[in-house]
T-cell receptor
């Protein structure tokens, strides 16, 4: 059974650019959540996708957007990057959209210069 | 005020010591999670509980729903237990997501 994978591992961008981060969920999981973790902080919920539809969203602006594909893999897109977007971006998959154990990927470290 | 508060923020211990990390929350929850994060970022789910107590190896998690409080205990601590331990809650928001505490950084010395 393959775990949750994310790509790329690290990424450096400049202000104003756009970035796409990718997540492959664990086999059999139909729900993917994305989190942003700033240095020294706990992760903050960005949004969740369930069966290709956005199922919930945290307090993030519209320039944070996402997709979920039929195979339940997912993308996080961030437009017009700002310095404060520098963080570790984590995705987590779960077998249901309910209160279930979430399985985390290793994260993508994004640095915005 | 954060919805999920952890204490202490930092904890140092000698190998073999009994360790307790506390978590308090202020919202209605459907479940509470304890997670472990090692340097480099990977997060591993340790426990999900909605009542009582769970045990896995040297780790024990308890929750008191009335007091909105949970504890994570590590018995016979070992240097490999050094990590950040994070408490998170699943709230009754119609879908499940996690609201995290800031984490407790644990360092266990030999």
């Amino acid at each position: 059974e393959t775990g949750v994978t994310q790509s790329p591992t690290h990424l450096i961008k400049t202000r104003g650019q756009q970035v796409t981060l990718r997540c492959s969920s664990q086999s059999g999981h139909n729900t993917v959540s994305w989190y942003q973790q700033a240095l020294g902080q706990g992760p903050q919920f960005i949004f969740q996708y369930y069966r290709e539809e956005e199922n919930g969203r945290g307090n993030f602006p519209p320039r944070f957007s996402g997709l979920q594909f039929p195979n339940y893999s997912s993308e996080l897109n961030v437009n017009a990057l700002e310095l404060d977007d520098s963080a570790l971006y984590l995705c987590a998959s779960s077998p249901t959209s309910g209160p279930d154990t979430q399985y985390f990927g290793p994260g993508t470290r994004l640095t915005v210069l | 005020k954060n919805e999920v508060e952890q204490s202490p923020q930092n904890l140092t211990a000698q190998e073999g010591e009994f360790i307790t990390i506390n978590c308090s929350y202020s919202v209605g929850i459907s479940a509470l999670h304890w997670l472990q994060q090692h340097p480099g970022g990977g997060i591993v789910s340790l426990f999900m509980l909605s009542s009582g107590k769970k045990k896995h190896g040297r780790l024990i998690a308890t929750i008191n729903i009335q007091e909105k409080h949970s504890s994570l205990h590590i018995t016979a601590s070992h240097p490999r237990d050094s990590a950040v331990y994070i408490c998170a809650v699943s709230t009754d928001s119609g879908y499940s997501t996690l609201t995290f505490g800031k984490g407790t950084m644990l360092l266990v010395s030999p």
